[in-house]
């Protein structure tokens, strides 16, 4: 299956942690990338790799992966990280590249 | 500093065609793959297109073979072709860079609306 899964919405207080989850058959072979979109805006790139940040992300913004199941983890959230938080990887053939259907996260 | 610019997009009829530009700046575009990304007006992101560097080209299979992504590395410049369009076709395309010699979109344009409507 080329398919990730997300939940369609998540919440979390000010200032703890929460965990965003995207699970797909592909995620056993290769690595999930995680990207935050904001209203109006383009999406940013926040996770790369086994647990990669690009410059200017905080690193409060963590990832990891078990299995089919990648995780994007922030610890301690703030205000600012209220987003759409999408997985991508690579389906099975290596060459194409897909999409989760994205999570809606509530900083309240 | 990256910057990478669209353009091309617009009011189109259903069965119309339309070409998309991105014009890249602040990096050696020839050495990276490029990549189409849409996103339907309230959905969700939809991988569209890739190219590498060496101009393999890939394809999301819900398109059907009706768009054909191509680069000009003496520009700087990504293009997709559309063609065929219909209703769901309509979205935000994004131009968007892979980090170097990866699969991860590392910078993205700011988008060019595409709209397909009678």
């Known amino acids: 299956s080329s398919e990730l899964t997300q939940d369609p919405a998540v919440s979390v207080a000010l200032g703890q942690t929460v965990r965003i989850t995207c699970q797909g058959d592909s995620l056993r072979n290769y690595f999930a990338s995680w990207y935050q979109q904001k209203p109006g805006q383009a999406p940013v790139l926040v996770i790369y790799g086994k647990n990669n940040r690009p410059s200017g992300i905080p690193d409060r913004f963590s990832g990891s992966s078990s299995g089919n199941t990648a995780s994007l983890t922030i610890t301690g959230a703030q205000a600012e990280d209220e987003a759409d938080y999408y997985c991508n990887s690579r389906d099975s053939s290596g060459n194409h590249r897909v999409f989760g259907g994205g999570t809606k996260l509530t900083v309240l | 500093e990256v910057q990478l610019v669209e353009s091309g997009g617009g009011l189109v009829k259903p069965g119309g065609s339309l070409r998309l530009s991105c014009v890249a700046s602040g990096f050696t575009f020839s050495t990276y793959s490029m990549n189409w990304v849409r996103q339907a007006p309230g959905k969700g992101l939809e991988w569209v297109s890739s190219?590498?560097?060496?101009?393999?080209?890939y394809y999301a299979d819900s398109l059907t073979g009706r768009f054909t992504i191509s680069r000009d590395n003496a520009k700087n410049s990504l293009f997709l072709q559309m063609n065929s369009l219909r209703a769901e076709d309509t979205a935000v395309y994004y131009c968007?860079?892979?980090?170097?010699?990866?699969?991860?979109?590392?910078?993205w344009g700011q988008g060019t609306l595409v709209t397909v409507s009678s």
């Open positions: 968007a860079r892979d980090l170097y010699g990866e699969y991860e979109f590392d910078y």
């Open positions: 190219i590498s560097s060496s101009n393999y080209m």
